[in-house]
């Protein structure tokens, strides 16, 4: 209550504390509330290590929601080292275990083929139990599914429709996907005004969702235009595991906009974004081994990693090279 402000004036500070009590006496959820707040930098300051440490605590115990936040925290290697193998058997049993949160990552690991053989058939099957299980993130992977026609008739309007469900539903990624739709004018009105508070939102209500509000500074998309502020909400995202966002980020410390150029910094976050199942990445790092720009010249790594993201559906790295 004193977390969430229901009944009592909102007081994370006083929340990580009651949270911490409750924890070293013994109270499991406690732990994984806890977690939370280090995950979050809410009434703590953040501390991934310290959050991976108390969900994977929480998990030993059979706290099912800590299991699949540590399966996360191990997916995207955040506090903790980098295990698709553990992550995949954690969501699995999450997912077993009726947390549709795990259902929704099992899926992604599914359709990105990380951990596990990639089956997209499988991935929307669990999207769609994990939004059965009122998990709305698995309803908004179904919306990117219409939305790109991945298993699905491609269909802008349902995916929209998703995606305005979940936000309702307090998703903040639906609100960020909807967001950008209204800066698109993809299945709605084009509508930067309405777009900026659904991403200001999405951004205030979870980390992992500033991409959007990162890009509208970036782009002057119902704002000025403003570097440090989009590289600031791309690092706030991408530091909680959002891949996009990393590679927006990595784009600026290759260009030096609104951050201290850093060619191998950039490198090595579009290496990582690639090694996750993207393309775009795999694309850019190729340009950088053409090049010899923060990595030593290399055209026959260069080749394979614009091959990689050809076979992923990037048209762009199909095309031969000039």
């Keep these: 209550?004193?977390?969430?402000?229901?009944?009592?004036?909102?007081?994370?500070?006083?929340?990580?504390?009651?949270?911490?009590?409750?924890?070293?006496?013994?109270?499991?959820?406690?732990?994984?509330?806890?977690?939370?707040?280090?995950?979050?930098?809410?009434?703590?300051?953040?501390?991934?290590?310290?959050?991976?440490?108390?969900?994977?605590?929480?998990?030993?115990?059979?706290?099912?929601?800590?299991?699949?936040?540590y399966a996360y925290c191990l997916f995207r290697g955040i506090g903790v080292t980098k295990d698709l193998t553990t992550a995949f058997s954690l969501n699995t049993y999450a997912c077993d275990n009726g947390d549709g949160d795990?259902?929704?990552?099992?899926?992604?690991?599914?359709?990105?083929?990380?951990?596990?053989?990639?089956?997209?058939?499988?991935?929307?099957?669990?999207?769609?139990?994990?939004?059965?299980?009122?998990?709305?993130?698995?309803c908004v992977h179904l919306g990117f599914a219409y939305l790109q026609g991945r298993g699905f008739p491609k269909d802008v309007n349902k995916a929209v429709a998703w995606f305005r469900s979940a936000c309702d539903r307090d998703s903040a990624l639906g609100c960020q996907a909807l967001a950008e739709a209204y800066f698109d004018g993809n299945g709605?009105?084009?509508?930067?005004?309405?777009?900026?508070?659904?991403?200001?939102?999405?951004?205030?209500?979870?980390?992992?969702?500033?991409?959007?509000?990162g890009s509208a500074y970036e782009e002057g998309n119902g704002v000025p235009i403003d570097l440090s502020k989009a590289a600031d909400h791309y690092r706030r995202a991408c530091e909680d595991g959002a891949t996009k966002a990393c590679v927006l980020l990595a784009s600026l410390y290759e260009e030096g906009r609104g951050v201290q150029k850093d060619e191998k910094k950039a490198a090595a976050m579009y290496q990582e974004a690639c090694d996750e199942g993207r393309a775009s990445p795999c694309n850019a790092l190729a340009g950088m081994y053409d090049d010899g720009r923060g990595v030593p010249k290399d055209p026959t790594k260069a080749a394979a990693l614009r091959k990689l993201a050809c076979d992923r559906g990037l048209a762009a790295a199909c095309a031969p090279k000039p």
Excluded: W
């Design 188 to 213: 709605v009105p084009k509508d930067p005004k309405q777009a900026l508070t659904l991403a200001t939102r999405a951004c205030n209500d979870e980390p992992f969702c500033c991409t959007a509000l």
């Design 1 to 69: 209550m004193v977390k969430c402000g229901r009944g009592v004036a909102k007081d994370e500070a006083l929340a990580s504390s009651l949270y911490r009590r409750g924890c070293e006496g013994g109270h499991i959820a406690s732990c994984t509330n806890l977690a939370l707040l280090y995950l979050h930098g809410r009434g703590v300051e953040r501390d991934a290590t310290a959050a991976a440490q108390l969900f994977r605590y929480a998990c030993e115990q059979r706290d099912v929601s800590a299991c699949e936040r």
């Design 102 to 138: 795990g259902c929704t990552h099992l899926g992604l690991q599914y359709d990105l083929g990380l951990g596990v053989a990639a089956n997209r058939g499988k991935a929307l099957a669990l999207f769609q139990q994990a939004c059965e299980a009122d998990a709305q993130n698995g």
